[in-house]
C-alpha cells in the first residue's frame, strides 16, 4: 500500500523559514518524479516544486529562490525547505506522485 504523509507545517513569522517533510512508504521517492504542491483558501492547487527521478528540480516562479526540494533515498521522504517566508505562502501543501497524494499539512501559518 503506498503511502505519502506530510509533516512540519506550523505557525511562523513572517521572513521566517519553515521545512516541510513528506515520509513515503510503498514506493522509492528515488524511481519517481515527487512534488510539492499547495491550496491556499480560495485559490486553485498549484505545484510549488518538484524533483525527477533524475534529480532535476523545477520550481514555481513565485517561490523560486526561496524554497528548496530535497530528496532523502535513504529515509524515502522528501522535504521542502521554505525560506524568506511571506504571507502568501499560507495554504495546505501536498506531497504529491501521479496519481497519488497525501493528505496535506497545514503550511506556515503568520504569527
Known amino acids: 500500500q503506498v503511502q505519502l504523509v506530510e509533516s512540519g507545517g506550523g505557525l511562523v513569522q513572517a521572513g521566517g523559514s519553515l521545512r516541510l517533510s513528506c515520509q513515503v512508504s510503498?514506493?522509492?521517492?528515488?524511481?519517481?518524479?515527487m512534488s510539492w504542491y499547495r491550496q491556499a483558501p480560495e485559490k486553485q492547487r498549484e505545484m510549488v516544486a518538484s524533483?525527477?527521478?533524475?534529480?532535476?528540480?523545477d520550481y514555481a516562479d513565485s517561490v523560486k529562490d526561496r524554497v528548496t526540494i530535497s530528496r532523502d533515498s535513504d529515509k524515502n521522504t522528501i522535504s521542502l525547505e521554505m525560506n524568506n517566508l511571506k504571507t502568501g505562502a499560507t495554504a495546505v501543501y501536498y506531497c504529491?506522485?501521479?496519481?497519488?497524494r497525501g493528505q496535506g499539512t497545514q503550511g506556515p501559518v503568520s504569527s
Open positions: 504529491k506522485t501521479f496519481p497519488l
Open positions: 510503498g514506493i522509492l521517492v528515488r524511481s519517481r518524479t
Open positions: 524533483v525527477t527521478w533524475s534529480g532535476t528540480t
